[in-house]
């Protein structure tokens, strides 16, 4: 079993920056594809970034040039790093792992997830 644990959520004012960390528990995550959704009061969780076993990076259009998804896979930590924030980013996220090398960018293909954090950006 998988326990995925985020912590660096907050209140930021609108132009900060925050990083988000992502600890994994339970096995070694390095063949796993490891993302970022997010999602905010009265909306569907949405895709934001995620990097894949060989490193490579996906983003949300909303999330390009903004954010930065990384992995350092001798800690079992992904990190989100948040640039620019806008109050629009203002959600609970949450951290998941998909149990394939292959890179599905939907919340149902996530097999686990963390518990989530909440990022709030005032205006």
């Known amino acids: 079993q998988v326990q995925l644990v985020e912590s660096g959520g907050g209140l930021v004012q609108a132009g900060g920056s925050l990083r988000l960390s992502c600890a994994a528990s339970?096995?070694?995550?390095?063949?796993?594809?490891m993302g970022w959704f997010r999602q905010a009061p009265g909306k569907e969780r949405e895709f934001v970034a995620a990097t894949s076993w060989s490193v490579n990076t996906y983003y949300a259009d909303s999330a390009k040039g903004r954010f930065t998804i990384s992995r350092d896979n001798a800690k079992n930590t992904v990190y989100l790093q948040m640039n620019s924030l806008k109050p629009e980013d203002t959600a609970v996220y949450y951290c998941?792992?998909?149990?394939?090398?292959?890179?599905?960018?939907?919340?149902?293909?996530?097999?686990?997830w963390g518990q989530g954090t909440q990022v709030t950006v005032s205006s």
């Open positions: 998941a792992a998909r149990r394939s090398p292959y890179v599905v960018l939907t919340a149902q293909a996530q097999d686990y």
């Open positions: 339970g096995r070694t995550l390095s063949s796993y594809v």
